[in-house]
Nanobody
C-alpha cells in the first residue's frame, strides 16, 4: 500500500521561502514520476510541478515557473518542492502525488498524500 506524507508547510510572509517534503512508502518510488498539486479554498485543485522518475525532466505551472523547484531523492524515497518568492496567491493546501508513469505530466496521478497547508501573508 502506497503512502505519501507531506511536511514543511507553514505560515510565511510574502517574498519568503518554504521547502515542502513528501516521504513515500509502500511502493517502488524510483520507478514513478511524482507531482505537486495545490488547492485553495473555494477553488479546484491545480497542478504545480512534476518530475520524472530519474529527474531528467520536469514540468511547472506557469504561475510558479522560476519561483518553485521540484526535486527528488530516490535513495530517501522523498520528493521536494522548494518555493521561493512566495506570494499571497500561493496560499493553499499542497499535495504530493504519484503518477502512474515514469514521465512527468499533469494528469494520471493515482496515489495522493493528505496535504500540508501553506499560508503566505501580505
Amino acid at each position: 500500500q502506497v503512502q505519501l506524507v507531506e511536511s514543511g508547510g507553514g505560515l510565511v510572509q510574502a517574498g519568503g521561502s518554504l521547502r515542502l517534503s513528501c516521504a513515500a512508502s509502500g511502493g517502488t518510488f524510483s520507478m514513478y514520476a511524482m507531482g505537486w498539486f495545490r488547492q485553495a479554498p473555494g477553488k479546484e485543485r491545480e497542478f504545480v510541478a512534476a518530475i520524472s522518475r530519474s529527474s531528467l525532466s520536469s514540468d511547472y505551472a506557469d504561475s510558479v515557473k522560476g519561483r518553485f523547484t521540484i526535486s527528488r531523492d530516490n535513495a530517501k524515497n522523498t520528493v521536494y518542492l522548494q518555493m521561493n518568492s512566495l506570494k499571497p496567491e500561493d496560499t493553499a493546501t499542497y499535495y504530493c502525488a504519484r503518477r502512474n508513469s515514469e514521465w512527468a505530466g499533469r494528469t494520471g496521478y493515482v496515489y495522493w498524500g493528505q496535504g500540508t497547508q501553506v499560508t503566505v501573508s501580505s
